[in-house]
């Protein structure tokens, strides 16, 4: 009863425990501020997580995860621990925002967390009680609220906040989704102020474009901004500072009604906007078989996403064609100002006047809602007939001595974006310094020494000096019984072979010189009398032996255990380290080395602004992914990008020959030198050797070096402990040792060569900037200095608002927009 009752004490004591795990979140759900950053913190009382846990993934909810806390509570007497993973976000939406339900695994199994569902509330400015929205506001424009299909639309975003307060507006795009709009890039924002009634504004206005493909009633997503607002004042003894808090500031939706284009005219082939043609013909005389050069370009606003031809163009049948490729020209940072051009070279094969027709051009002017034709004007081109052979006074096969000299090698042309390539094959990422280390020294090392310890201990058991005394009592043991069975309890002959091999292991185990001793030799009254009784069935008559014998024979070797084997015997030199052994390691660690489809179809049709987009939505780690993306780029003249991207691809997988061209390309079209990289453009000896792999690729490389340098030593430990097999495993250690060496020199060497770009945080940075000392754009004062484009830095911290701190090769650090930099990896 009393281990009953205690058995339902322990019971009861377990089920309070179990019901006291659990994980919540603080708070479980209720109100949230739109718009402004607030704590949420995952509680979890009496148990802990696996790992930090993150926050669910919910579109829009921007978040910022601040570690851990724990607490310890005295619950009459009872002690709970209770951990805090505290975050801050921030919800910009006028939704019910819901953290989904989920299972977190901890160290007590995996624990439920319900689900948390936050309704919207108004943002209140500090504890002043006034509503963000009378503090700050934000608006998005569109003129007009009508409009045709495929129209270019102005769009404007304006966000502003009450001078009082002091915003602090991070300078970065604002946060807003086209969705199915085709949309430029936001304009570079331009400060304002303003007055409202009594109170004095100030605020930010970016201006945008975009056009609506289909007809129908859009509705179009809000935009939002943030900006810091000072909500009081902290106090560090005669001075004070104000105290800001984060908001987003969103704008309400907009409508928008999108009309379909009337009936179009014959030879309407999609355009919408302000266009102009133009045609030039040079020259317009000529010889026959001299070229001529026919181009027509068509420029202007208008959506040039849908624009892929130029008008069809005809021509006597009298000239030969050369067809060229369309050129697609856009205006920096621009995707609805461009222009498209080609050059149609004509071989005249006869002489005369022929008229080169004139070029008509159909779209439709959304400003005056009708269809326009633009026209090139005709042109006459003279041709002259081609002399006569006969005429020339210098015979064709002898040529002047100083006309042949002139001729010249015709220059290779500049290069072009190639072909995209297929995805499907994931980068290498490169190993941190513990991963490094576990794989190529720990876990290679540990192996080894398993190894050393399970030969040494063979070894030990081998020149053990009790073993000889072990082995024989082990087979008195055996021969006892077989004794046993063979005489019947002495009623019958026991062989002679049985009796002899008891009387020399006899002999060993009681330490005797001779191999058949005399009876009165083994100094013991029990050994001697057994030791006459051999001797009587050996040499008497009957052969027999006492009934009692075998009975006596195993309480007497009962009385007498066997040695033990000590462990300790294993870390004798002469088991632990043999001499050949010692010499060949010695002779290693001297020479150790120190440590050192949908996007592919949009690109072929032109659509350059959706093949990019298409690349960006597919993995990262697929260095053809990122190396079609610079392409996409590059297409549309924005070759800074372009540049990271191929150097994000090139670190990827260097050994491919086109990624390695587009690198080189897009790195001289954007003028840019990439920091540890650069020695890549012009390769020397040591960078064409670390183009063999990744730096991933050059880690694996070392860790299979390290594990063949573990089994040259293995095969080496082997051969001290086995001398049978040293004739053929020197050679073999040697080998093995001498590849492994090899192989981590190559593979530490080729890692250190990419430099920073090694690093799995590794950014190249797109545009040029300022690096700041703290991470806000409000104070003037900070110190600053310059980062250029093309610098590769690794990341060390994130702060709130989009900013990262980079950390570059000679120890500076500093603070830049997300949106100014390229991840390399991730």
Partial sequence: MRRFAFLLLWLGSALALARGQSIDWDPPGGRLAVGQAVNLRLVCRDCEPTTAPALPRVPGLESNYQGPSSSLVDNNGSISQTIAYNFVILWPKNEVLVLPARDIPTNHGMIHVAEARFEPAEAMVGNSGKPLSAAANAVLTVHPSTVWAGQVVPLEFRVQAQASYRPDFVRQNPGWSPDTLVAEEWSQPQGFNTEVGSDTFTGLLYHNRFIAQHPGDYELHPASQFVSLSVGLTAFGFFQSPQFQQYAISSPPVKLHVKELPPAPPGFSGAVGQFQLTSKVVPQSAAAHEPITWTLELSGTGNWPQIDRLPVRTASKDFQVVHPQLQHTAAPGKIFDAKLSEDVVLIPTKGGT?????????????????????????????????????????????????????????????????????????????????????????????LLVLLWLILAR??????????????????????????????????????????????????????????????????????????????????????????????????????????????????????????????????????????????????????????????????????????????????????????????????????????????????????????????????????????????????????????????????????????????????????????????????????????????????????????????????????????????????????????????????TTGWVRRGDVVTLWK
């Fill in 354 to 446: 022929y008229v080169l027709p004139a070029v008509h051009f159909v779209y439709f002017d959304p400003a005056a809602g009708e269809y326009r034709t633009v026209s090139s004007p005709a042109a006459n081109v003279e041709i002259t007939a081609p002399i006569a052979a006969a005429t020339s006074s210098v015979p064709e096969s002898a040529p002047s001595s100083s006309a042949a000299a002139s001729l010249t090698a015709p220059a290779l042309p500049a290069a072009l974006p190639r072909d995209p390539l297929s995805p499907g094959d994931r980068a290498i990422l490169p190993l941190t310094w513990n991963e490094w280390a576990l794989g190529a020294m720990v876990v290679p090392a540990v």
């Fill in 458 to 811: 063979e070894r030990a058991l081998v020149t053990d000096p009790t073993r000889p005394r072990r082995e024989a009592r082990r087979r008195l043991a055996r021969t006892v019984g077989q004794i046993d069975e063979a005489s019947h309890q002495g009623q019958q002959p026991v062989p002679r072979a049985l009796l002899l091999s008891w009387q020399r292991d006899a002999a060993r185990w009681r330490h005797l010189s001779r191999i058949v001793p005399a009876p009165a030799a083994f100094g013991d009254a029990s050994w001697s009398s057994l030791a006459d009784d051999v001797d009587r069935a050996l040499y008497g008559p009957t052969g027999l032996l006492p009934a009692d014998w075998s009975t006596r024979a195993v309480a007497v070797l009962n009385a007498e255990p066997a040695p033990r084997f000590r462990s300790a015997q294993l870390f004798l030199p002469r088991n632990f380290l043999p001499f050949i052994f010692g010499l060949l390691l010695c002779a290693t660690l001297a020479l150790a080395p120190v440590r050192a489809a949908a996007p592919l179809a949009d690109y072929q049709a032109g659509n350059f602004a959706a093949a990019e987009k298409g690349w960006r939505a597919q993995s990262q780690l697929d260095p053809a992914v990122r190396h079609n993306l610079s392409l996409a780029l590059a297409q549309q003249d924005r070759w800074p990008e372009a540049a990271a991207q191929a150097g994000a691809a090139f670190v990827q997988n260097p050994s491919n020959a086109v990624i390695r061209a587009q690198f080189i390309t897009a790195c001289e079209r954007a003028a840019i030198a990439p920091g540890p990289l650069t020695g890549f453009l012009t390769p020397s000896p040591l960078q064409r050797l670390a183009e063999c792999f990744s730096p991933g690729g050059w880690q694996c490389l070392a860790i299979a070096a390290a594990t063949l340098l573990a089994a040259g030593l293995a095969v080496a430990l082997i051969a001290s402990y086995r001398a049978p097999t040293r004739r053929w495993s020197t050679p073999v250690a040697i080998g093995l040792v001498a590849f492994g060496v090899l192989g981590a020199a190559s593979g530490i060497t080729g890692w250190w060569t990419y430099g920073t770009a090694r690093e799995l945080s590794a950014v190249w940075v797109i545009r040029s900037s300022n690096l700041r000392s703290i991470p806000t754009e409000a104070d003037g004062k900070q110190a600053t200095v310059p980062v250029t484009a093309g610098s590769i830095a690794a990341v060390d911290k994130t702060f709130l608002g989009g900013w990262l701190r980079l950390r570059f090769a000679n120890g």
